[in-house]
């Protein structure tokens, strides 16, 4: 009996393909509105947002 592979549970990275940029500037996108909408609310997650969006930030600065 041959082994065989599954593809469940395997990762794409996101910034592999042909419209990683625009994928990439739209989370970036979300996740600064969020932490705009949040920041009056708890300022933990609005923390948590804003690293988030920089981290993409900075991922999209190595792309472009």
């Known amino acids: 009996m041959n082994n065989q592979y599954c593809k469940v549970g395997s990762v ?15 989370r970036y996108r979300a996740f600064m509105e969020k932490a705009a909408d949040t920041a009056y609310m708890d300022t933990n997650l609005g923390e948590f947002f804003k690293r988030k969006a920089q981290g993409i930030k900075k991922v999209l600065e190595s792309l472009g």
């Open 12 to 26: 794409t990275p996101i910034t592999s393909g042909s419209h990683a940029i625009s994928v990439l500037e739209f």
